[in-house]
């Protein structure tokens, strides 16, 4: 299967216009370069793809889609999409909801917030869901909600363990009451997975919030986050407000929850892949 063909379409700095191809049918990426927002170092839009989208002088993240996060921890041509033509409709019929699905849809070139499949990692296989920040942050709707039960139920019967990759904002307010229900039914099929002896691997990314955090991101048999991730449930403004005191430094963050027990490790991105494949193997993952 041709994989080249399902990337999304350019929509930030890194993916962008200037890189455009000079007809010739190679690109200019060795010599266009970009400021990194956090370091400020001159950066090749190469070298930050070779560095799996960071900084590779101060370790900043630049944002992925989540198509890109799946190949990036796939085995070449080892990725099987499933569900991937489930569509959200405007099923309480709020306001604007309709044009919104439409933009985040040509925003993320993505059907939906989430995209869901099988893959081979160090030829292991396992079953993986990644969210997209660029599709509504993330947001869980009954959509996102179906297809990560479908997967977690298709795991359970193939007897695969499963990597969950959020990215959230929380529960899809568009749709009401039936956003919140998913994770509940979500987080249903996640035990009825544990039950089966499966291995569930969750790594947060930044922000992984609402819902999405309440439910089936904090029911990972190992819980990974990346560095500086914003995790919780209700946002650090909410509670600043509600509690009128000033949150101490990093509340919230990554490194913050893994003091706390929240998180079992943080793992940077470039080292993320070998990271799954050990806990795989670790796990009695078998290659095919
Ligand atoms: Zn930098």
Partial sequence: MNLRGLFKSADNVLEGSPNKND?????????????????????????????????????????????????????????????????????????????????????????????????????????????????????MGTVVGEKITALFEYATRQQLPVIGVTVSGGARMQEGMLSLLQMAKVSGAVKKHSDAGLLYVVLMTNPTTGGVEASFAMEGDIILAEPNALIGFAGPRVIQQTLKKKLPKGFQRSEALLKCGFVDDIVRRIEQREYLEQLLLLHGGRAQ
């Fill in 23 to 139: 007809g010739t049918g190679k690109t200019e990426e060795k010599s266009y370069v970009y400021e990194c927002p956090n370091c400020k170092s001159m950066l090749t839009r190469q070298g930050v793809r070779e560095h799996d989208y960071s900084c590779p002088e101060c370790d900043y993240y630049f944002h992925i889609s989540a198509r890109k996060r799946i190949l990036m921890y796939a085995d070449s041509k080892s990725f099987d999409e499933l569900m991937a033509g489930v569509e959200s409709e405007n099923i309480i019929g709020f306001p604007e909801y309709d044009q919104k699905l439409l933009d985040a849809r040509k925003k993320s070139g993505e059907k939906e917030g989430v995209v869901c499949g099988r893959i081979t990692i160090g030829k292991m296989p396992c079953c993986i869901f990644s969210m997209d920040a660029n599709f509504m942050m993330g947001s």
